[in-house]
Nanobody
Framework: QVQLVESGGGLVQAGGSLRLSCSAS????????MTWFGQAPGKEREFVAG????????YYADSVKGRFTISRDGAKNVVYLQMNSLQPQDTDAYYC?????????????????WGQGTQVTVSS
């Protein structure tokens, strides 16, 4: 059983930065995929960034390429999302998710485990 806990959200002005953390407990294998999704009220969760736990592959939504970076600390079992040049349209609840299928999917239903979410609000 895997548990995921996010932290690091908050209120930031446009152009600012935040770093989200997702702490994973349980046994994590190298082929597992860790991903961040964003969700606005009344909308479906949208893929933001993902990586294999072994770190060999990363994938980003077009809207965040060059601004966001996903990384992980294997020793601490933590995945990070560094968010730079934030814009009001980045305002969302951000969730980390894990799948055991070794595939970086952009579809939320393909993920087995979810955190509780952390809110990011970007003011203009």
């Amino acid at each position: 059983q895997v548990q995921l806990v996010e932290s690091g959200g908050g209120l930031v002005q446009a152009g600012g930065s935040l770093r989200l953390s997702c702490s994973a407990s349980g046994r994590i294998f190298r082929h597992y995929v860790m991903t961040w999704f964003g969700q606005a009220p009344g909308k479906e969760r949208e893929f933001v960034a993902g990586m294999t736990w072994g770190g060999g592959r990363t994938y980003y939504a077009d809207s965040v390429k060059g601004r966001f970076t996903i990384s992980r600390d294997g020793a601490k079992n933590v995945v990070y999302l560094q968010m730079n040049s934030l814009q009001p349209q980045d305002t969302d609840a951000y969730y980390c998710a894990l799948n055991t299928a070794a595939m970086i999917s952009t579809v939320a239903r393909n993920y087995d485990y979810w955190g509780q979410g952390t809110q990011v609000t970007v003011s203009s």
